[in-house]
């Protein structure tokens, strides 16, 4: 018998495909799932029974399970060689227990060939502006950011104790206009402040259509405990990103505001966003997963079907 024959003869097809699962399947993972294609064999984990049906007819083979019982997890040990973790932390503490939960339920079968992780550029903390790469050292300063930062040293100790290929995704706003919320254009209807250009902090950005390739390129081409600033080329100001986006819509440029005043009429979660500055430097991103940006501009991207 040849040395690649299985004994049992030749597998079934479903068994002979690839098998990449989806955690957390929600805007970016139907994204990330069309852009995989048609070759290998998509599942997605969900909590929702409501999500089945949709989730089948999209193509992909749904799992029920709930990241934050251990026990539905178990039918994911060696369910896939490959995995896309879009799942958010729980909104409290400072950890990530559904990470956790994951990477043990996927271990018990030796764990998959490589992780991809979507990540947050928050946990770089406030970098006054600098040029962000990814071996500055981590400072989060938000609880949110402090979670992405367990999740990441969690799975890069889990993927060196199995030998799995675990690429984090540092990624920042993202958007499109076929997103939910995927554009400025509520909030410059309300007439949202933004800060005066002297206290001003910069912005990032990704398009939802990007992100989801870079997940796929990271799933084939990442390297081993790796991470990867995801962000387009477009480096401004939040202000003069909102004014430029207001000029696209036709609309009146956002009013400018002093932190203090702005601190008065933005709720603790908005004004979190204004108080961290950072550039991020993309260049690893496009030398090793080799993205080609179909959006290297994200007011280019606004303005696609306008």
């Known amino acids: 018998m040849p040395s690649n024959q299985s004994p049992l003869g030749a597998l079934p097809a479903r068994f002979r495909r690839t098998r990449v699962l989806i955690v957390g399947c929600g805007d970016v993972g139907m994204r990330t799932a069309r852009a995989l294609g048609a070759g290998p064999r998509l599942l997605a984990l969900t ?88 071996s500055r050292p981590l400072a989060p300063r938000s609880a949110r950011a402090l979670r992405r930062v367990d999740a990441e040293t969690y799975l890069r100790m889990w993927g060196r104790s199995l030998a799995t290929r675990v690429s984090i995704l540092r990624v920042p706003g993202i958007y499109a206009p076929n997103r939910e919320g995927g554009t400025p254009l509520a909030r410059l209807r309300q007439g949202s402040p933004v800060l005066i250009a002297s206290e001003d902090v910069f912005t990032n950005h990704i398009h939802a259509d990007d992100l989801a390739r870079a997940c796929v390129l990271a799933l084939w081409r990442g390297r081993a405990q790796r991470s990867y600033n995801i962000n387009d080329d477009e480096q401004l100001p939040m202000g003069d990103y909102m004014t430029a986006a207001a000029a696209l819509y036709g609309l009146p440029a956002p009013p400018r505001l002093s932190r203090t005043e702005a601190a008065k009429v933005l709720s603790p979660m908005q004004m979190s966003f204004l108080e961290e500055s950072r550039r991020l430097d993309n260049r690893r991103m496009k030398q090793e997963l080799r993205l080609r940006l179909r959006y290297p501009s994200a007011l280019a991207g606004l303005a696609v079907g306008l």
């Open 47 to 134: 909590s929702q029974t409501a999500r089945v049906a949709p989730l089948r007819a999209a193509g992909l083979q749904p799992v029920v399970g709930n990241l934050d019982s251990p026990a539905s997890l178990r039918r994911l040990a060696g369910l896939a060689q490959h995995v896309v973790h879009l799942a958010p932390p729980p909104g409290s503490a400072q950890t990530d227990p559904r990470t956790r939960n994951l990477v043990l339920a996927l271990r018990r079968r030796g764990g998959p060939s490589s992780l991809v992780y979507a990540s947050t550029s928050g946990v770089y903390g406030d970098c006054a502006g600098a040029l962000v790469s990814e």
